[in-house]
């Protein structure tokens, strides 16, 4: 049984810890505010963008890009972003997770594994093809450091060398919950049933300034690039909600330990004084005799 002097040392121990998950929360949840704000201001633009592309692309005949057409290579390159810190509850283990399950539902392609982040890559990296990881200047890759990543991939896609590109990240939903996601960026696809429910839509024909053709070859390496930008800002802003999460919770726990442990002690200390006054009481009985 703990006595006063060790649970005091608990204490003081768990006290340091709640100090250092609380601001770890707030510091946190600055971080979440600037990047919930840049995600979901971004996010509308690449939804629009894509859509407009998609639906030109439907509507202009027998019009092809180089991110269109698939590649006769069973080749493939996955990127993954996670994180380098640990301490945010799940965000890495269930990308992990999601990463293990699409490599068992692909099993006829040649997938190698490229990295932002480390968390995800140490988990798995003795799993399968690993390749680079990319580091950036700061913390947080910036849109320049995105743009030569997306560059890099699309230019492997475009000579040949791979027939795919996917990416691997934890979509934002909420300050409190995200989704673990593999996606296919190239080729880009658009089905037959979509282009046949965009000409129903569209019965007629746009009118372009410069042509159709033009537009589209301007349009879709940028919704290329906005798509892998807006994903790693996705990753980003899961990430802070998931540990501005983990370090609430951690500091409840904390709260509730040193709540346990005081009326533990405050009880071993109240034990200690009743058996000195029985002492007491007792030696001045046996002296009265």
């Not at 493939?76 to 945010?88: I, N, P």
């Not at 947080?140 to 000579?159: C, H, P, T």
């Not at 980003?236 to 533990?264: D, P, Q, T, W, Y």
Request: with cysteine; charged share 25%; glycine share 6%.
């Amino acid at each position: 049984m703990a006595n006063i002097k060790e649970l005091k040392k608990k204490i003081k121990s768990t006290k340091g810890t709640f100090k250092i998950t609380k601001a770890m929360k707030l510091v946190s949840a600055a971080k979440l505010s600037k990047a919930q704000i840049r995600i979901l201001g971004l996010r509308p633009y690449s939804t629009e963008l894509e859509g407009t592309v998609r639906t030109v692309s439907a509507l202009a005949q027998n019009y092809t890009n180089e991110y269109f057409l698939p590649k006769n290579n069973k080749q493939a390159v996955v990127l993954v972003v996670s994180s380098d810190k640990g301490l945010c509850g799940g965000y890495n283990s269930s990308l992990a997770k999601n990463v293990r399950r699409f490599i068992g539902e692909n099993k006829d392609e040649d997938l190698k594994f490229l990295w932002i982040g480390k968390k995800v890559r140490d988990l798995i990296s003795k799993e399968v093809n690993s390749g680079k990881t990319y580091t950036f200047s700061k913390n947080e890759a910036s849109y320049d450091e995105v743009r030569k990543i997306a560059e890099e991939l699309g230019s492997l896609f475009i000579n040949g060398e791979i027939g795919k590109v996917y990416i691997a990240y934890n979509s934002f939903v909420s300050a409190i919950a995200f989704d673990s996601i593999v996606r296919q960026l190239l080729p880009m696809q658009v089905s037959a049933s979509v282009k046949e429910e965009i000409k129903t839509k569209y019965p007629y024909d746009f009118k372009y300034d410069p042509s159709a053709e033009e537009i589209l070859d301007t349009l879709v390496p940028e919704v290329y690039l906005t798509t892998v930008y807006t994903c790693i800002c996705d990753a980003i802003a899961s990430e802070h909600g998931s540990r501005m999460n983990a370090m609430e919770n951690a500091s409840k726990n904390s709260k509730e330990v040193i709540k346990k442990l005081s009326l533990k002690m405050n009880k071993l200390r109240q034990a200690k004084i009743t058996t000195e006054l029985i002492e007491v009481v007792s030696g001045a009985e046996s002296l009265n005799g």
